[in-house]
């Protein structure tokens, strides 16, 4: 049983515009949920997080949404650049758990100039 | 200061072989985690150690897999008698003592293994 889903395994959009991710979890235990970018042959590199107390948080041109009720977030990048080309996985944990992170299955986003 | 380094990057074994991954965590990290990625696929969380102890390991697999994070030196993952199924990319990452609060994890830029 996946319990984090990213449903679009690539997403493609024009330089300057909105990319936006989306992540579906299932396990209502979860309280703290990442976002990671990751270029092949490279580990993932921390994105931007969010507590499961707040619906939203921002940092530059990324911004995380949080949807307890459906239990949906996702990731707003704006404006694309093609820097941000790369696979970006969401992940989820409980506190008192130990950090360990359950990941989706990654969306590739591409970004054309 | 410098983040999480593993070696080897890459590692070729033939069937049956001995595989050892390192991880060495970021300075003042005392927390390490073992993924696994497959081709395709997300990571899975494998195993999580503190020095000398290991907290969960709900994501072995139950035989030829083992991990240790002794008092001195590197957290390494073994895996004996590798067969094909084995070949991925293992992911190490680190994190601060935080006590219950949640923070994020810090990752190596991982050791491909491949089985021969």
């Known amino acids: 049983d996946q319990q984090v889903k990213q449903n679009s395994p690539s997403l493609s959009v024009q330089e300057g515009r909105i990319s936006i991710l989306n992540c579906d979890y299932t396990?209502?235990?979860?309280?703290?949920f990442l976002w990671y970018k990751k270029y092949p042959a490279e580990g993932p590199t921390f994105l931007i997080s969010?507590?499961?107390?707040?619906d939203k948080n921002e940092d530059g041109r990324f911004t995380v949404f949080l949807n307890k009720s459906a239990k949906h977030l996702s990731l707003h990048i704006v404006p694309s650049q093609p820097g941000d080309s790369a696979v970006y996985f969401c992940?989820?944990?409980?506190?008192?758990?130990?950090?360990?992170?359950?990941f989706g299955g990654g969306t590739r986003l591409m970004v054309k100039p | 200061n410098a983040g999480v380094m593993q070696n080897p990057r890459h590692l070729v074994r033939r069937r049956g072989q001995e595989a050892r991954l390192r991880c060495s965590p970021m300075?003042?990290?005392?927390?390490v985690y073992w993924y696994r990625q497959l081709p395709e696929e997300g990571l899975k969380f494998m195993v999580y150690?503190?020095?000398?102890?290991?907290?969960?390991e709900s994501g072995m697999p139950k035989e030829r897999f083992s991990a240790e994070f002794p008092k001195e030196g590197p957290s390494i993952l073994r895996i004996q008698q590798v067969v094909r199924g084995d070949s991925a990319a293992y992911f190490c990452?680190?994190?601060?003592?935080?006590?219950?609060?949640?923070?994020?994890?810090?990752f190596g830029q991982g050791t491909r293994l491949t089985v021969v």
């Open positions: 990452a680190s994190s601060p003592r935080t006590g219950n609060v949640n923070t994020e994890a810090f």
């Open positions: 396990n209502s235990m979860f309280d703290y």
């Open positions: 969010i507590s499961s107390i707040k």
């Open positions: 992940a989820a944990s409980r506190n008192n758990a130990g950090n360990m992170l359950t």
């Open positions: 300075k003042g990290h005392s927390h």
């Open positions: 150690l503190q020095k000398e102890n290991i907290i969960d």
